[in-house]
């Protein structure tokens, strides 16, 4: 929870950037596995958890299809890149 009423809050969340997928600057950049951020790694086996993607859908949000598709073809593009580079 952020305070949003008050000036810092208010701050907070002017400077919070929200993307669907990988924003244009990083999404030709390579990306790498940080261990220390894993989640098998991070949280302990009693703790519960979900996914915004799952979330976001149990609320009305109408594009994970989209975004599901757009993975996949960006999994395909990946995969040729590193054969190509191999």
Known sequence: MVPH???RGAAALDR????????H??????RMV??????VLRLRPE???CK???????????HQDLIQRLESQRKVK?????KKKV
């Not at 919070?16 to 924003?23: A, D, R, S």
């Not at 915004?52 to 109408?62: A, I, M, R």
């Open 34 to 39: 940080v261990p220390q951020a894993l989640k």
């Open 5 to 7: 009423k008050t000036p």
């Open 52 to 62: 915004l993607g799952d979330l976001s859908k149990e609320f009305g949000w109408k």
């Open 78 to 82: 990946s995969e040729a890149f590193h």
């Open 16 to 23: 919070l950037k929200c993307f669907e997928g990988i924003p």
């Open 47 to 49: 703790r519960r958890f």
């Open 25 to 30: 600057p990083f999404d030709r950049k390579k």
